[in-house]
């Protein structure tokens, strides 16, 4: 079997299983809209924040934490793949195991596409012009910051046994990520002893690029922000093929 098509088959059984699970799509779409129509209209009537309204500040950074929580919970699917000893079978199969984590990390980038897109054609009812080259752009920040994002999961993945632990690891991964990125405020009036855990965090950086985009607005230059987002997934997909190379089928 040809690394191409291998990478498709991969591929292709991670969105049907996504396509099936219907409260899935639903779920990973919900949490997002309440965060801005709960949270962004709630405290988007009382303040605003760079002559914005709440809620628009807000847009680019859960379009942030959509990418973040749909990559990383989506590495809980290879410990249900060890337990129907599904990754038995493809890892005895004629497949690289760095083609079979290429193969996981695109099935994943896919199914974050699909929370994103909704939420981007949503964007315009919240007041936020969305143009193709804005959407392009956030598509491509989108794309690079989930493949770091779904190989930290699929890494998490591979040296856990099961769901609960996982769920249990991920939830101290994500929660710091998602609330130290700026996704929910600015960053320039936090305490000076939060800056060093706000400017290693990877998301920041994310956040950032779409806010910048999106807004026209950010606080550091577009081509620094992606520099690292690019360099950062680079790292991770390096440590998530090392990582499947030792990792059990059990």
């Known amino acids: 079997m040809s690394v191409a098509l291998g990478l498709y088959a991969m591929w292709l059984r991670e969105l049907k299983v996504y396509l099936r699970e219907r409260s899935r799509v639903v779920s ?77 990390v695109l099935g994943g980038i896919t199914d974050v596409l699909i929370q994103v897109t909704i ?23 989108v794309i690079t910051l989930a493949i770091a994002i779904v190989s930290i999961g699929l890494i998490i993945g591979s040296v856990m046994e099961s769901p609960e632990g996982f769920g249990l690891i991920v939830t101290f991964v994500a929660y710091p ?30 956040v950032d690029a779409l806010r910048q985009i999106i807004l026209g607005t950010g606080r550091f230059p577009l081509s620094i922000s992606y ?9 991770m997909v390096y440590i998530g093929t090392i990582a499947f190379e030792r990792m059990k089928a059990y």
């Open 119 to 141: 939420l981007l054609m949503l964007g315009p009812l919240l007041g936020v012009p969305m143009t193709f080259s804005k959407m392009a752009l956030a598509y491509i920040v």
């Open 28 to 104: 990973s779409v919900f949490m997002p809209l309440m965060w801005l129509i709960v949270f962004g209209k709630g405290l988007g009537s009382t303040i605003s924040i760079e002559n914005m309204s709440y809620d628009v500040f807000i847009y680019p950074g859960i379009i942030g934490m959509a990418t973040l929580f749909g990559s990383l919970f989506f590495g809980v699917y290879i410990i249900w793949d060890k337990k129907v000893d599904f990754l038995k079978e493809v890892l005895v199969s004629p497949l690289s195991r760095t083609t079979i984590f290429l193969g996981k």
């Open 227 to 235: 520099s690292i987002l690019l360099g950062f997934a680079a790292l």
């Open 177 to 206: 990520l998602f609330f130290l990125s700026g996704a929910l405020f600015p960053i320039e009036n936090i305490p000076l002893w939060l800056k060093p855990f706000i400017f290693i965090d990877p998301l920041t950086y994310g």
